[in-house]
T-cell receptor, first 111, second 112 residues
Framework: DGGITQSPKYLFRKEGQNVTLSCEQN?????MYWYRQDPGQGLRLIYY???????QKGDIAEGYSVSREKKESFPLTVTSAQKNPTAFYLC??????????FGDGTRLSIL | AQSVTQLGSHVSVSEGALVLLRCNYS??????LFWYVQYPNQGLQLLLK??????LVKGINGFEAEFKKSETSFHLTKPSAHMSDAAEYFC??????????FGKGTLLTVNP
């Protein structure tokens, strides 16, 4: 089955630690995205990548980093510089001229 | 820059009643418009999209939306609500079809 896999579903980390969220797609999509979702805030764009080895900052990139070394993978690192990292993180991908397709998300909690 | 306003963070309807979720957008160029649905602890699923052409767009699960340029609106409707429609709904706008701006969402409750 084609789709987007985000892992893990739930993630707990101690304050001050970096943590990496995984996003893998087997849809052969060129573009990939990371969003942060907070209650009542909708989705806000963190980073996006339109092609391998290239990515751009979204609206709330501070405290986050990404890489795009392979077409199917777009991992997101939440660094210790992110002031309020507890949130629901969603990964999406998109083929040319098609809507974005979403994974099932990772819920990150900082202890 | 584009923006989306969803009127009403929470809408409650009775089963079998009309569902109307409101979305207004701001865009300096002709927009692409989308409605997504999210069930608890899941990702977003596309309900429908407007790109060009017919202004009345039909989507999955009996939902439809009408693009009204003069009102800068893209309201989502369904004639008869079902219990399974209870979820959060997001309207989104794009001016280049690769970067989306989302509204803050409307939580739909369906009462038996």
């Amino acid at each position: 089955d084609g789709g987007i896999t985000q892992s893990p579903k739930y993630l707990f980390r101690k304050e001050g630690q970096n943590v990496t969220l995984s996003c893998e797609q087997n849809l052969n999509h060129d573009a990939m995205y990371w969003y942060r979702q907070d209650p009542g805030q909708g989705l806000r764009l963190i980073y996006y990548s339109q092609i391998v080895n290239d990515f751009q900052k979204g609206d709330i990139a501070e405290g986050y980093s990404v890489s795009r070394e392979k077409k199917e993978s777009f991992p997101l690192t939440v660094t210790s510089a992110q002031k309020n990292p507890t949130a629901f993180y969603l990964c999406a991908s998109r083929a040319t001229n098609q809507p974005q397709h979403f994974g099932d998300g990772t819920r990150l909690s900082i202890l | 820059a584009q923006s989306v306003t969803q009127l009403g963070s929470h809408v409650s309807v009775s089963e079998g009643a009309l569902v109307l979720l409101r979305c207004n957008y701001s865009s300096s160029v002709p927009p692409y418009l989308f409605w997504y649905v999210q069930y608890p602890n899941q990702g977003l699923q596309l309900l429908l999209k407007y790109t060009t052409g017919a202004t009345l767009v039909k989507g999955i699960n009996g939902f439809e939306a009408e693009f009204k340029k003069s009102e800068t609106s893209f309201h989502l409707t369904k004639p008869s609500a079902h219990m399974s429609d209870a979820a959060e709904y997001f309207c989104a706008v794009s001016v280049n079809n690769y970067k989306l701006t989302f509204g803050k969402g409307t939580l739909l409750t369906v009462n038996p």
